[in-house]
């Protein structure tokens, strides 16, 4: 399984763009690159998932440079309840190969006034 | 749906009590996850069911975890004899086969306290 290094945590203002990267230089080519959140006293939540390129959706956007060796999670004006930790994982999400996701540190992202 | 269903919220036993955590997958999911999380050692697998078989136990801390899932619909960890060095909280997740789109769904966890 690739391991990942991301920063333990970073500081923002309500209404700024926050870009947190994680690098994971020995990703297998079957691996797939997957984001979660967590709020205290809750579950982590899945955020985004993406294998090359760009993945957007309704939270986030997902860049993955041509090596894949890194990622970088953008989150689009944050507000104050964005506040949580950010987790990136590797690894193969498909069934028929297992599939499962080893959680490193994360970041924690707070948010501030 | 309801999401992943863990009972008990939060539990608090003595020291060399049996403790057992339950866990209801979302309906469809084929795979469950336990895992457990403290300050120290940040989220740690413990165990994962595909179909209902167990397919990676590696993460059981010792012999005193035992997992099982009799049903699609069910599953329970439980820890016999519980030790204070086991307080943590304990969640479970469940995932279906379009893992890559939707990824896994984590209940809402089991905060135990082994005193």
């Known amino acids: 399984l690739a391991k990942t290094t991301q920063p333990i945590s970073m500081d923002s203002y309500e209404g700024q763009e926050v870009n947190i990267t994680c690098s994971h230089n020995n990703i297998a080519t079957n691996d797939y690159i997957t984001w979660y959140q967590q709020f205290p006293s809750q579950g982590p939540r899945f955020i985004i998932q993406g294998y090359k390129t760009k993945v957007t959706n309704e939270v986030a956007s997902l860049f993955i440079p041509a090596d894949r060796k890194s990622s970088t999670l953008s989150l689009p004006r944050v507000s104050l309840s964005d506040t949580a930790v950010y987790y990136c994982?590797?690894?193969?999400?498909?069934?028929?190969?297992?599939?499962?996701?080893?959680f490193g540190q994360g970041t924690e992202l707070s948010v501030k006034p | 749906d309801a999401g992943v269903i863990q009972s008990p919220r939060h539990e608090v036993t003595e020291m060399g009590q049996e403790v057992t955590l339950r866990c209801k997958p979302i309906s469809g999911h084929n795979s469950l996850f336990w895992y457990r999380q403290t300050m120290m050692r940040g989220l740690e697998l413990l165990i994962y069911f595909n179909n209902n078989v167990p397919i990676d136990d590696s993460g059981m801390p010792e012999d005193r975890f035992s997992a099982k899932m009799p049903n699609a619909s069910f599953s329970t960890l439980k820890i016999q004899p519980s030790e204070p060095r086991d307080s943590a909280v304990y969640f479970c997740?469940?995932?279906?086969?379009?893992?890559?789109?939707?990824?896994?769904?984590f209940g809402s966890g089991t905060r135990l306290t082994v005193v």
């Open positions: 997740a469940s995932s279906s086969l379009d893992r890559a789109v939707y990824g896994y769904t």
């Open positions: 994982l590797v690894g193969e999400p498909t069934y028929n190969q297992g599939g499962k996701l080893i």
